[in-house]
């Protein structure tokens, strides 16, 4: 025999302390049960700087809640598009709990994953669906899109948040999804996003593919399939770290890099890029006299990157004194400006 148990009537206080264990999908189901129960979420649970909405476009397009707290991050809401179609043709036995409820004024069908324990929604539109879905978790939890995925078939999201939210897209992951990103998509994604903390540039762009414009600013860049980026690129970013994978860039042009790092203009702290062909010499072309062997090991560490491991290399300082440290292998060059966020 089962009981139920009567949480809308329990004590405030208690109701409280129940809400407050209660895992983030947990809560939206809970919040869709009525509006009632909506509102007592709503209340009951503390806003907190720590919790971040999170936007991922995929296979199953979804919402997430980062709880700062050790960077646990929590699927709460997923959105299926083409009702009949996906919901007709999927395994009934992957869900449980399957109802029609109203979400935002709009009548779907909603169940449980029971693989991942998080709510699904059916709608005919998925576009709207998941307009309407990231708009609810954001309310219910009293935040913002902090952090947004997409692929191809999905960098309207970019702009929708951009008019949607007065704070930026914290990081942001362009991704590859089996077919290339289409340069239409691509140059419009980079275009439209106003800079960010974290950019990740999974996708791998046509093989022409070019970016002839500025780079707005982000703090750290990391891109996986970088053969389309020039010298050019590289002198206007306004960036702070960065990793670059498969470039077509050559050791002089690295050095015409570092030659506008020593002029002093650049907020760049550190980078690892690979090159065609690592040659030290050409790397520091016009700096020769300004540089110091450096023997042994040292580890760089820097907000949002892995840490940095240097084995041997030379010193090269500024006018302004300040000094950091590069290494140049066959494909790899690293470079990293002392002292790191630790401070050493």
Not at 7 to 28: C, G, H, N, R, S
Not at 75 to 80: E, R, T, Y
Not at 280 to 308: P, Q, S
Request: aromatic share 10%; hydrophobic share 40%.
């Amino acid at each position: 025999m089962s009981h139920r148990f009567p949480l809308l009537f329990v004590p405030q206080l208690v109701l409280t302390e129940i809400i407050k264990f209660l895992k983030p999908a947990e809560l939206v189901t809970l919040s869709l049960c009525s509006k009632r129960c909506r509102i007592l979420v709503k209340i009951h649970r503390k806003k907190s700087t720590r919790v971040s909405i999170q936007l991922f476009n995929g296979h199953v397009p979804r919402v997430g809640v980062c709880i700062n707290t050790n960077n646990n991050s929590y699927n709460v809401l997923g959105s299926f598009g083409g009702y009949r179609f996906h919901f007709e043709s999927a395994n009934k036995e992957k869900y449980k709990k399957i109802e029609n409820l109203v979400i935002s004024g709009h009548m779907i069908t909603c169940a449980i994953d029971q693989r991942t324990g998080y709510s699904v929604t059916f709608w005919d539109d998925n576009t709207q669906g998941l307009k309407i879905i990231t708009d609810y978790v954001c309310n219910l939890f009293r935040s913002t899109v902090r952090t947004v995925s997409i692929d191809q078939y999905s960098s309207w999201i970019v702009d929708w948040i951009n008019k949607k939210q007065k704070s930026p897209i914290n990081r942001m992951i362009i991704n590859d999804h089996m077919d290339d990103l289409k340069k239409p998509n691509l140059l419009q994604v980079l275009r439209s996003f106003r800079g960010t903390e974290k950019l990740l540039i999974v996708a791998s762009p046509p093989k022409l593919f070019k970016f002839p414009y500025k780079f707005e600013k982000v703090s750290t860049l990391i891109i996986k399939n970088g053969f389309w980026l020039t010298v050019d690129n590289l002198i206007d970013l306004d960036c702070v770290s960065m990793k670059i994978k498969n470039t077509n860039l050559s050791s002089l042009e690295i050095n015409m890099f570092l030659l506008n790092w020593m002029t002093g203009s650049s907020r760049l702290r550190c980078f690892q890029i690979e090159v065609t062909r690592g040659n030290f010499n050409e790397v520091i072309k016009d700096v020769e006299h300004l540089i110091e062997l450096f023997e042994g090991t040292r580890v760089y560490k820097w907000d949002n990157i892995a840490d940095i491991h240097f084995h041997g290399g030379y010193n090269i300082r500024r006018d302004d004194g300040i000094t950091a440290t590069i290494s140049v292998g066959p494909k790899l060059i690293i470079f990293a400006v002392w002292p790191d966020w630790q401070r050493k």
